[in-house]
Each structure stands twice: as C-alpha cells, then as structure tokens.
C-alpha cells in the first residue's frame, strides 16, 4: 500500500489571507489530533471482533466425516472462494465517509459473521469520531480500503486482508491519521486464526524468538531504539497477515518507539 503524494503548486495570497489560512488549518489539525489522542488504544482487529479468536464458526460446518481430511491437499485445492466489495459512502456534512470492505463466500457461503463484523467495526469508529468532530469547521473524509493475499502453506490455505484506515483533510488533501488491521482466514475451516497458529507452521517451534529479534533487528536498523535502549515487548497480538507463505508483522505509528509511519516487517526464518 502506497500513500499518495499531493503537489502543491503556489498561488498567490494576501498576507492577511495566507495568516487566516494557517491559523485555520493550524486549528483543524489540531483538534483531529486531540480527538484521535483521546480515542481507545487501538487493538487488533480480529482479537476485538471475535471472541475467542480461533474458535468462531463462520457458516453451518459439515457433519463429520471421518472420511474427509479437510487439510488434505485434494480438498484445498477444491475450496472455491470469492471477494466482493461492499462500499458505504456520504457526501454531505464536514465528516464524510468512503468506506470499503470485503464480502466473503467459501464454496458457495457467505461469511456473514465475519463480512458483517468487520463492516460494523469500521462503522462504528466512522460513527464514533463524526460525533466528535461535529464541532470542527474543516472538512474531513474517514476512508477504508483494503487488500487480499492468498497463501498455502503446511497442511493450511489462508486468505489474509490487510484494512488501511484513514482520516483525510479535504482542504490539505493529505492524511491527518491513520491505522493498519488485519485479519486472516483458514480456508478450510472459515474461521478467523491467529498469529499463534500460522507462526509455527511457517518458522518453526521457535517462531517466538525468530519474531522477536526480527522486529528488534528492523527497530534498532532504523534507528528507533538502540541496543542499550530497545525496550519493545513483544506480545503476539500485534497485527499481522500472511503473504506469499511468508508472515508478515504490522504496527502503527507510535506503537514500535517513535514511529511516524505504519511498519510492516516481513519474518523471515
């Protein structure tokens, strides 16, 4: 994902009017912060929607059959799937919305719990911070979008989605904040998985300790922490995805040190 720039080209201004200009970006900007500094620490996505994670059912699973390995390699080959998209938009007031969020079907079955856990997650962040922004004279657009990554691994079929949350000026035409989620699927089961799950399988009974020095290595290259000073505590909750068979680990600004922008750390073994 890739942010966009926006070029700036000069016009001319009045001294009073460019001094009006500042001064009222300066107090929009602002008060956005001070609305997203108040707001709850953000959690991982999957963990805040489903509860407990790894133990939802996604739709009506078959009778049992001892017969059927659904990890065998003949039966992940023939799981079908597909992603819609399902947009929510408003064009009216000084805090609109353009939201977009998948719409997942396994063989024929929609994933209503999860397609309609994820929307309402986003909704009601969108909801939470119009209502505290209703006071705010600049305009501003609360924007999701999101990608899909399939992967095979051992024994599992995945299908992750990373969701780029954003709240954008409409005036500065750039980003005030915004936030990474992600959330991964067994294919075979339809049901929400953890870290915890897919780590072992891709690096190993170690996979703990290969996370861990993998992050620390990444903060300490880029001068966020130093050795002496590197205090990050890993919890296995931080967001993550998996890509190519690879696992992927995410954080948001100001979660690894001094951060400005998100951070997405490919593990390797």
């Given at each position: 994902m890739e942010l966009m720039n926006y070029e700036r080209?000069?016009?001319?201004?009045?001294?009073?009017?460019?001094?009006g200009f500042v001064v009222f970006s300066c107090v929009g900007t602002a008060s956005v912060?001070?609305?997203?500094?108040?707001?709850?620490?953000?959690?991982?996505?999957?963990?805040?929607?489903?509860?407990?994670?790894?133990?939802?059912?996604i739709y009506d699973e078959p009778e049992e059959n001892p017969e059927v390995d659904i990890y065998s390699e003949e039966y992940l080959d023939k799981i079908e799937y597909k992603v819609g998209n399902d947009t929510h938009k408003t064009t009216k007031g000084n805090?609109?919305?353009?939201?977009?969020?998948?719409?997942?079907?396994?063989?024929?079955?929609?994933?209503?719990?999860?397609?309609?856990?994820?929307?309402n997650k986003f909704m009601e962040r969108y909801e939470a911070v119009k209502e505290q922004s209703a006071s705010l004279e600049n305009?501003?657009?609360?924007?999701?979008?999101?990608?899909?990554?399939?992967?095979?691994?051992?024994?599992?079929?995945?299908?992750?989605?990373?969701?780029?949350?954003?709240?954008?000026?409409?005036?500065?035409?750039?980003?005030?904040?915004?936030?990474?989620?992600g959330v991964t699927i067994d294919l075979a089961t339809g049901k929400i998985?953890?870290?915890?799950?897919?780590?072992?399988?891709?690096?190993?009974?170690?996979?703990?300790?290969?996370?861990?020095?993998?992050?620390?290595s990444y903060a300490i290259s880029k001068k966020l922490f130093t050795e002496s000073t590197y205090t990050y505590t890993m919890t296995g909750l931080e967001e993550f995805y998996i890509k190519n068979g690879q696992l992927h680990v995410m954080f948001n600004p100001k979660e690894l040190g001094e951060n400005k922008d998100y951070i997405d750390i490919e593990i390797k073994n």
């Open positions: 080209r000069p016009k001319k201004k009045s001294k009073a009017g460019l001094f912060f001070y609305l997203m500094k108040n707001e709850p620490a953000p959690k991982v996505l999957a963990q805040d929607l489903f509860v407990p994670v790894g133990s939802v059912s805090f609109k919305q353009n939201l977009s969020v998948p719409v997942i079907k396994i063989n024929g079955a929609a994933l209503d719990d999860v397609n309609t856990a994820i929307l305009k501003f657009t609360y924007k999701v979008t999101y990608n899909t990554y399939e992967s095979k691994i051992e024994g599992k079929r995945l299908l992750s989605f990373t969701f780029y949350e954003r709240i954008i000026d409409d005036l500065a035409g750039r980003d005030m904040t915004y936030k990474l989620y998985i953890t870290q915890e799950d897919v780590a072992p399988i891709i690096l190993g009974n170690t996979y703990k300790t290969t996370i861990k020095e993998a992050v620390k």
